[in-house]
T-cell receptor, first 114, second 115 residues
Framework: KAGVTQTPRYLIKTRGQQVTLSCSPI?????VSWYQQTPGQGLQFLFE???????NKGNFPGRFSGRQFSNSRSEMNVSTLELGDSALYLC?????????????FGPGTRLTVL | AQKVTQAQTEISVVEKEDVTLDCVYE???????LFWYKQPPSGELVFLIR??????QNEISGRYSWNFQKSTSSFNFTITASQVVDSAVYFC????????????FGKGTRLSVIA
């Protein structure tokens, strides 16, 4: 069974630009969560989607948004990029959408904002 | 509020040594789940174990073992006879069942195994 895939793996953008990251969950998994990982803040929850609905959102500004499609694939978008948005963005999928269910992570997208 | 503390920031051991990574958690929920993930240099978080709060049996999987003690709110991870391939950052995480809260991760412990 294929794991969680994320594209692209690396991105370099400049301040003020916007970016879209993509995540394809494990087949059969309906929940997709996004996390931001930085050296200073560690792993922080961004938001979670289940059956195309955002069910939970972390403490991030409105510049961070996402969506989920009917095939469970998800995208996240960051508008008006800031230097502090440089991070590893990880996507995770789980089968039943409860947070106590095991989440399986993708390889991440490393975003660098110059 | 839920919290996970991994007090060891970095650990360095020589190959074949045993090493224990500590994890202490805080939660007000009586039903919760604890996880360990491994993050090699490639960046992907690899799932290692999931344990619910009602199952205090220790678990062994090959060279890996986990010691869950509710009395001290700890869920420690031991690698026996460490190998260079074990070098990675290890994260402990907690999720509360009743509140269905997103995973909260510890800051991670960077393990370096030297040949």
């Amino acid at each position: 069974k294929a794991g969680v895939t994320q594209t692209p793996r690396y991105l370099i953008k400049t301040r003020g630009q916007q970016v879209t990251l993509s995540c394809s969950p494990i087949s059969g998994h309906r929940s997709v969560s996004w996390y931001q990982q930085t050296p200073g803040q560690g792993l922080q929850f961004l938001f979670e989607y289940f059956s195309e609905t955002q069910r939970n959102k972390g403490n991030f500004p409105g510049r961070f948004s996402g969506r989920q499609f009917s095939n469970s694939r998800s995208e996240m978008n960051v508008s008006t990029l800031e230097l502090g948005d440089s991070a590893l963005y990880l996507c995770a999928s789980s089968r039943d959408g409860t947070y106590t269910d095991t989440q399986y992570f993708g390889p991440g997208t490393r975003l660098t904002v110059l | 509020a839920q919290k996970v503390t991994q007090a060891q920031t970095e650990i360095s051991v020589v190959e074949k040594e045993d090493v224990t990574l500590d994890c202490v958690y805080e939660t007000r929920d009586t039903t919760y789940y604890l996880f360990w993930y491994k993050q090699p240099p490639s960046g992907e978080l690899v799932f290692l174990i999931r344990r619910n709060s009602f199952d205090e049996q220790n678990e062994i999987s090959g060279r890996y073992s986990w010691n869950f003690q509710k009395s001290t709110s700890s869920f420690n991870f031991t690698i026996t006879a460490s190998q260079v391939v074990d070098s990675a950052v290890y994260f402990c995480a907690l999720s509360e069942w009743k509140r269905n809260t997103p995973l909260v991760f510890g800051k991670g412990t960077r393990l370096s195994v030297i040949a």
